[in-house]
């Protein structure tokens, strides 16, 4: 394990006004994402949607990293350049999702423990190989009746810290992403105790299996009100709630926390980060790991003619990394999104 390269590549990744795009849907949520563009999922259709984003000029001046699927870590351009290359020559480190996605928990219906630990060490020494800097693997945690339960966390706590220790030990930095969904008429206040819950777990895990913080990531769900709460708290309790959370769990030594979107709108998921950041310093940088509310509305222009709309598609896409960097520095305006 190489502490000083595990190290320097993690800050990389989260340095100021930069983060991560997550372009790392597996075939069935692309095929689902496309689905709504009316777009059908083939493998020249994915390739050239990932080429539309990776090329767009300038995105390495707000984006760090970018996590690809694995079909994408072997895919080329147009002009047959490795994305990989692509992005290295653009300053976009290469990630890699390795999890083998959420299945249902034996024993715990409606919960989900992730897989993929199995044969993980090989797969991660190609991927090294291949030319990934990080990886990423992400648990779902569900609230519901009754749920989650306290054998749903620790079983993916645990599966999240085997995959941190696998990963630096290849010299990969890991991207731990305990996601606690936004799914449901829960408020924010169950959402701050499930998500304290998970992550101390995660962090008593990560302690467990000596896994290096400095060199690794956390990709965190804010604490939010369900989407079907019906009072919803507003944009400072959002920011406030997840701050308290963080700093309530999360050791300083880590590295940095990016946040995922998990279904927030693009501008929402701006101000929330936005917000965090205003009210700083914090121990640790707070930046974006974002899929959706990078992407949604880029996509939705490409879908729309997909060979005579990637510079518009481009200049969406550039616009959302502009305003999201800016907010991982707490300096973005609403007067950014026309801009
Ligand atoms: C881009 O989507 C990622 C892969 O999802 P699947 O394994 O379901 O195909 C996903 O892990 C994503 O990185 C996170 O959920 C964050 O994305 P959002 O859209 O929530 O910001």
């Known amino acids: 394990m190489n502490v000083e390269k595990l190290a320097q590549t993690a800050q990389a990744m989260v340095a100021e006004g930069r983060g991560i795009l997550a372009i790392d849907e597996s075939s ?19 390739r050239a949607y990932r080429e539309m984003l990776l090329s767009t000029a300038g995105l390495g001046e707000f984006i760090s990293g970018a996590i690809l699927f694995d079909e994408t870590l072997r895919q080329s351009t147009s002009d047959g350049v490795r994305f990989v290359d692509q992005m290295k020559e653009a300053g976009i480190l290469p990630g890699i999702k390795v999890d083998k996605g959420a299945h249902r928990l034996a024993g715990h219906p409606g919960e989900k423990v992730t897989e993929g630990l199995d044969g993980l060490r090989p797969r991660l020494a190609e991927y090294a190989e291949l030319g990934a800097e990080f990886a990423k693997w992400r648990a779902v945690i569900t609230i519901g009746d009754g749920t989650p339960s306290s054998a749903c966390v620790e079983a993916n706590a645990h599966a999240l810290a085997r995959y941190a220790a696998l990963c630096q030990e290849a010299d990969l930095v890991p991207i731990v992403e305990p996601e606690v969904l936004m799914n449901g008429e829960h408020d924010l206040d169950t959402c701050f105790e499930v998500t304290e819950a998970t992550l101390r777990s995660v962090f008593a895990a990560l302690y467990e299996q000596n ?59 701006t101000r ?34 997909p060979a005579d709309n990637v510079q518009e598609a481009q200049e969406i896409l550039l616009r959302r990394a502009r305003c999201n960097g800016q907010a991982a520095m707490g300096q973005y305006e609403a007067a950014m999104e026309s801009a």
């Open 28 to 46: 069935p949520t692309i095929k689902k994402r496309f689905k709504q563009v009316k777009l059908e999922s083939t493998e020249e259709n994915r």
């Open 211 to 269: 896994v290096l913080l400095e060199g690794a990531v956390l990709k965190a769900s804010m604490v939010i009100s369900g989407d079907r709460c019906p009072n919803k708290a507003n944009l400072q309790e959002v920011a406030e709630g997840t701050l308290q959370c963080l700093y309530n769990s999360v050791p300083a030594a880590m590295a940095g926390v990016v946040f995922l979107s998990g279904g927030q709108t693009e501008v929402d998921a």
């Open 272 to 305: 929330h980060l936005n917000a965090m950041n205003q009210i700083g310093p914090h121990p640790w940088p707070l930046s974006f790991s974002y899929g959706r509310a990078l992407q949604h509305s880029a996509l939705k222009k490409w879908g729309e003619n």
